[in-house]
């Protein structure tokens, strides 16, 4: 058995990704209807992976062990508004790992490596926002060392 291996992603591979990405609105969708995919999602999700290949704020990432891929991990460098000292952040959008790959610190491995595109960016604040409903999640980014700073709220009208 192999390494695994954190590498940027490339065309190739969002077949596989969007499938990935559309795994995890399905997932969130279970306890909260907003992340009900369209019929469309699974291209939708392509068009974007995509795009973050080729920009220079998005960090798309894979996670592979003997040339198969396990799960990515979407990041991105986020503006503040000009009123803020500090000017950007980074986001932590998405991170997959298949369900039979869980709990070996596959995600971990993509952070580091996140944190270190991040720190080449002179960034110095990661943020990401999980669901209240989303138990596994809220665990294992509390476990990465993430910690809750505020509390985001809707109202349907």
């Known amino acids: ?10 065309v190739k591979d969002l077949d596989l990704l969007s499938s990935m ?21 699974r291209k939708s999700q392509y068009v ?5 290949i080729y920009s220079r704020r998005y960090l798309l990432l ?7 891929i396990l799960g990515y991990l979407n990041a991105w ?3 503040l508004p000009p009123s803020f000292l500090t000017k950007q952040i980074g986001y932590i959008n998405d991170a997959y790992v298949k369900p039979t790959c869980r709990r070996k610190g596959l995600i971990e491995q993509a952070l580091e490596e996140s944190y ?17 409903s989303n138990n ?6 509390i476990k990465y060392g993430f910690k809750p700073v505020r509390q985001s709220m809707k109202k349907f009208i």
């Open 62 to 68: 894979v996670i592979e062990k003997d040339n198969k």
């Open 21 to 41: 990405a559309l795994d995890i609105l399905k997932y969130h969708a279970s306890f909260d209807d907003y992340y009900t995919p369209t019929k469309d999602a």
């Open 1 to 10: 058995m192999g390494e695994v291996i954190v590498r940027k992603a490339r």
């Open 116 to 132: 270190k595109w991040f720190k080449l960016k002179k960034i110095k604040r990661v943020e990401l926002s999980v669901h209240l």
């Open 48 to 52: 974007y992976l995509k795009s973050c």
């Open 136 to 141: 596994i999640g809220l665990k294992a980014w």
């Open 77 to 79: 460098i986020k503006k």
